[in-house]
């Protein structure tokens, strides 16, 4: 007898009535309108305000607008479900179609994402944007770290505009650092980079006055990020820059996940017997990323505290191999990532050394322990 195979079920693709394309700019927006058929039914532009976008989308029939990240597009998507409508935020990096196309331009893209839109969302990549006070917070951070590299580049300037004079600044921390070059600045060189240090002082005590305020926005408005900094390496920046980039831990099936989110999982080109190893994506945020390895660095470092995770990594250091100790610390802040998501959805203690105890062996003899015949035999069946 023939076995009937059954085809499983596929739910139909449910096609909006209209999708609006919008190619968003400073000063305008471009408007591509496709009905269900696919066929151009709108073509406009309006201005990139949000007097013009109520104009046009307040008030009509609901329809799929779909738009491409940027600057615009966080108010640009609250405004326009604010008025009722379906809205989609393109990651237009990841559609070769649109970032790659040879005929690019402000019409083409918007009917290309009103047609991608269309027919498949997730051909898109959607992203989800944060709240409005999840994004004045994250403002903060972006701002202190704006100003960390500022400071990071003046006093880079410094030091070598002083070695190359033959003189060196003695080894100090940056807080220190502008106090500490104006005693070894020469006297040809004062002129110049005086007004550098007190730029220098000045950043430090800005960047003071952040770390004050991301306290006081941890502690007040974000309680789980105390969860967070149990672990030693997160403090409150890198506890407040994580939880305000993920801000919604639920939006990942698992907690391995978040790696890959923040673009610490490698690059893939597998093609047939060929999968070289490459460089990590780096598609995620970059503060966050940089924090994570920061605090890996730490985990990593002589102040480190014995971990699971600073065990696991030393012993990536130790495969040797070029750029050994990188990678260890890459995938220590991958682990790290990871490690925080499962905290946070759980709410499990942190536990230094939770896996080495579990792999701790129950029975165990001394170095210099003589142990009869029968003994062992026993500890065997043991």
Same mark, same amino acid.
């Given at each position: 007898?023939?076995?009937?195979?059954?085809?499983?079920?596929?739910?139909?693709?449910?096609?909006?009535?209209?999708?609006?394309? *919008?190619?968003v700019?400073?000063?305008?927006?471009?408007?591509?309108?496709?009905?269900?058929?696919?066929?151009?039914?709108?073509?406009?532009?309006i201005?990139?305000?949000?007097?013009?976008? #109520?104009?046009?989308?307040?008030?009509?029939?609901?329809?799929?607008?779909? *738009?491409?990240?940027?600057?615009?597009?966080?108010?640009?998507?609250?405004?326009?479900k604010?008025?009722? =409508?379906?809205?989609?935020?393109?990651?237009?990096?990841?559609?070769?179609?649109?970032?790659?196309?040879?005929?690019?331009?402000?019409?083409?893209?918007?009917?290309?994402?009103?047609?991608?839109?269309?027919?498949?969302?997730?051909?898109?990549?959607?992203?989800?944007?944060?709240?409005? #006070?999840?994004?004045?917070?994250?403002?903060?951070?972006?701002?202190?770290?704006?100003?960390?590299?500022?400071?990071? *580049?003046?006093?880079?300037?410094?030091?070598?505009?002083?070695?190359?004079?033959?003189?060196?600044?003695?080894?100090?921390?940056?807080?220190?650092?502008?106090?500490?070059?104006?005693?070894?600045?020469?006297?040809?060189?004062? #002129?110049?980079?005086?007004?550098?240090?007190?730029?220098?002082?000045?950043?430090?005590?800005?960047?003071?006055?952040?770390?004050?305020?991301?306290? @006081?926005? !941890?502690?007040k408005?974000?309680?789980?990020?105390?969860?967070?900094?149990?672990?030693?390496?997160?403090?409150a920046?890198?506890? *407040? !820059?994580?939880?305000?980039?993920?801000?919604?831990?639920?939006?990942?099936?698992?907690?391995?996940?978040?790696?890959?989110?923040?673009?610490?999982?490698p690059?893939? !080109? @597998?093609?047939?017997?060929?999968?070289?190893q490459?460089?990590?994506?780096?598609?995620?945020?970059?503060?966050?990323?940089?924090?994570?390895?920061?605090?890996? =660095?730490?985990?990593?470092?002589?102040?480190?505290?014995?971990?699971?995770?600073?065990?696991?990594?030393?012993?990536?250091? #130790?495969?040797?191999?070029?750029?050994?100790?990188?990678?260890?610390?890459?995938?220590?802040?991958?682990?790290?990532?990871?490690?925080? =998501?499962?905290?946070?959805?759980?709410?499990?203690?942190?536990?230094?050394?939770?896996?080495?105890?579990?792999?701790?062996p !129950?029975?165990?003899?001394?170095? =210099?322990?003589?142990?009869?015949?029968g003994?062992?035999?026993?500890?065997?069946?043991?």
């Amino acid at each position: 007898m023939r076995e009937s195979i059954k085809t499983p079920s596929v739910a139909p693709v449910t096609i909006p009535a209209l999708t609006v394309g *919008l190619d968003v700019a400073d000063k305008y927006t471009i408007i591509c309108g496709i009905d269900a058929q696919g066929e151009i039914v709108e073509r406009s532009r309006i201005r990139t305000t949000p007097a013009g976008v #109520e104009g046009r989308f307040r008030g009509v029939e609901r329809c799929r607008v779909v *738009l491409e990240v940027g600057a615009h597009s966080p108010w640009l998507s609250r405004l326009l479900k604010d008025c009722g =409508h379906e809205v989609i935020v393109a990651h237009t990096r990841k559609v070769r179609a649109i970032s790659d196309n040879p005929s690019k331009s402000d019409d083409v893209d918007a009917e290309m994402l009103a047609r991608l839109g269309r027919v498949d969302p997730k051909l898109l990549s959607p992203i989800q944007h944060r709240g409005p #006070e999840a994004q004045a917070h994250l403002a903060v951070l972006r701002a202190r770290d704006t100003l960390v590299r500022s400071r990071t *580049l003046l006093v880079n300037h410094v030091r070598g505009v002083i070695k190359s004079s033959g003189s060196r600044i003695k080894k100090c921390s940056t807080e220190s650092f502008a106090r500490q070059a104006d005693d070894d600045v020469p006297e040809s060189l004062r #002129e110049a980079l005086a007004p550098m240090l007190k730029l220098i002082e000045s950043l430090t005590e800005e960047i003071r006055r952040y770390d004050r305020r991301v306290e @006081q926005i !941890a502690n007040k408005s974000y309680p789980e990020t105390e969860l967070l900094r149990n672990v030693r390496g997160v403090g409150a920046l890198t506890a *407040l !820059a994580y939880v305000l980039v993920i801000e919604d831990p639920k939006r990942f099936k698992n907690s391995r996940m978040v790696g890959a989110f923040l673009g610490l999982r490698p690059r893939r !080109a @597998q093609s047939g017997d060929k999968d070289p190893q490459r460089r990590i994506t780096k598609m995620g945020d970059r503060m966050l990323r940089r924090l994570l390895v920061g605090s890996a =660095h730490y985990i990593l470092g002589p102040f480190g505290e014995d971990c699971d995770m600073r065990r696991w990594g030393l012993k990536l250091c #130790e495969r040797g191999g070029k750029n050994a100790k990188k990678r260890a610390i890459v995938a220590v802040a991958r682990k790290l990532a990871v490690l925080l =998501h499962h905290m946070w959805t759980t709410g499990i203690v942190y536990e230094p050394l939770h896996k080495a105890s579990r792999e701790e062996p !129950a029975t165990s003899v001394k170095k =210099h322990e003589t142990v009869k015949p029968g003994r062992k035999r026993a500890l065997a069946r043991a």
